[in-house]
């Protein structure tokens, strides 16, 4: 064999798993990390349960089923609903894990910690996961959880002028590539006859890009279901650049997530092989501007020094501020992985964390309520 031919093969990626392995493995993973979670909850001061879980059937995704979510509210939040009063900020969850693993619970701290201090209702949703349920059910899973609020807000005594979305991890994509699929979906809706104004010349643009370049999507995401911020901790934001090519910009690769859980992750969601790295309900990084004017102008992007994808991050934040000028602020977390706020130690939660949870709520709490007082 020619050493051309030696070196072709060498760099080739490895034939894809069967799915059924697939899904042995991620069940098998899913076991320890909820023993892991366990552990992580055990650590003083423990976190809450949700008040109360609701299950919910989805619309968007081909393959129909039901998600959970899961509700955290302030102390007197039983007591606005039966005066049918005062309506609460919500934001809406999505936990990490890699679109594999995870469960809503994960965050309880996370979402205690909104409750208290922006005095919000908090939303945790349990989306379908990979490899049963690949690209895109998560992402519009999440549409789903957002839509399903606001046609019961009333019910729920939930500000629709107020919401903002969270997340960690692949969670934290989910934070910009839901708002985008949402948006579209919001675009079907426009009437025919709406439809019928738009210009011969416009009709033949794609549908996204006919929606921003005349306002129309933008006015309806921010009348009926206005997303006022966004809270994304370590996100991934550009899956066109491979594991390699990520972890080649990390200096301590010694504190990389192992490619073992990577692969899973990637062979299990990127679904099918051939499937397109530069989707923009994958990759936020690299969709077209129209696209993502529309995210909300609010936008909070939490890193980790030692993770993989903290190159990307900051790439996208400089883009969003400097391309779409949006209101970002992006901080590095020093001397941290990946997920370092998750750690399974039962004796105590890791140092430092809180004190970036009540950082990023104080923002929060400025977005939502007008200002970090209120």
Known sequence: MSSTSQATLTNEQPLPRPRWILHIQAQFWRMLMGIGMLMHRLAPPRPPKPNFVRKIPTTIAARQGHILLHFYTPKDYGVGRQL???RYPVVVNFHGGGFTLGKATDDARWCKTVVDEVNAVVVSVDYRLAPEHPFPTAVEDGAD???????HARELNLDLDKIAVSGFSSGANMCFTVPLRLQEELFNEISDEEARRLSVIQMRRPPLQ?????????????????IKAIVSWYPPTDYTHTREQRRATCTRLDQQLPAIFTNLFDESYLQPPTLDMANPYLSPGVAPDYMLAGLPQEIIIIACEWDMLVAEAERFSQRLQQDLGKSV???????VPHGWDKAPNPLRVTPGVQTHYLEACRELKRC??????A
Do not use: C, M, T
Not at 145 to 151: F, G, W
């Open 368 to 373: 939502l309520n007008g200002s970090s007082d």
């Open 145 to 151: 959880a957002i839509l399903y609020l606001a046609e």
């Open 329 to 335: 602020r992006f901080r590095v977390v020093p001397g």
């Open 210 to 226: 006919k929606a921003f370049s005349n306002g129309r999507l933008l006015v309806r995401v921010q009348r009926e279901i206005s």
């Open 84 to 86: 049918n009063g005062h």
